[in-house]
Nanobody
Framework: QVQLVESGGGLVQPGGSLRLSCAAS????????MAWYRQAPGEQREFIAG???????NYPPSVKGQFTISRDNAKNTVYLQMNSLKPEDTAVYYC?????????WGQGTQVTVSS
């Protein structure tokens, strides 16, 4: 049974950093493409970081150079390091995996950037 559990969200001041974690169970993260998405109030869910099984990463221009996706194979966990956070980064952040033709999501973790 595939399960993704995000953690690490919270309230941070503008310019601050957070590291989100996505603990996976039911599959091995290094064997499947993993991604992070976010959804702000009233907005569509948007892709913000991807990590292939081969280790290649990709980001949309809006967060490239600001966010970094990585994984720890020993912990079967994927991370999202977020730096120089801005109020417009406020959203619920979701972890995603594509496994055998199906897309799985975690419950999300709230990130609020505010002074």
């Amino acid at each position: 049974q595939v399960q993704l559990v995000e953690s690490g969200g919270g309230l941070v001041q503008p310019g601050g950093s957070l590291r989100l974690s996505c603990a996976a169970s039911g599959f091995i993260v290094s064997l499947y493409p993993m991604a992070w998405y976010r959804q702000a109030p009233g907005e569509q869910r948007e892709f913000i970081a991807g990590l292939t099984s081969g280790g290649a990463t990709n980001y949309p221009p809006s967060v490239k150079g600001q966010f970094t996706i990585s994984r720890d194979n020993a912990k079967n966990t994927v991370y999202l390091q977020m730096n120089s956070l801005k109020p417009e980064d406020t959203a619920v952040y979701y972890c995603n995996v594509l496994r055998d033709g199906s897309s799985y999501w975690g419950q999300g973790t709230q990130v609020t950037v505010s002074s």
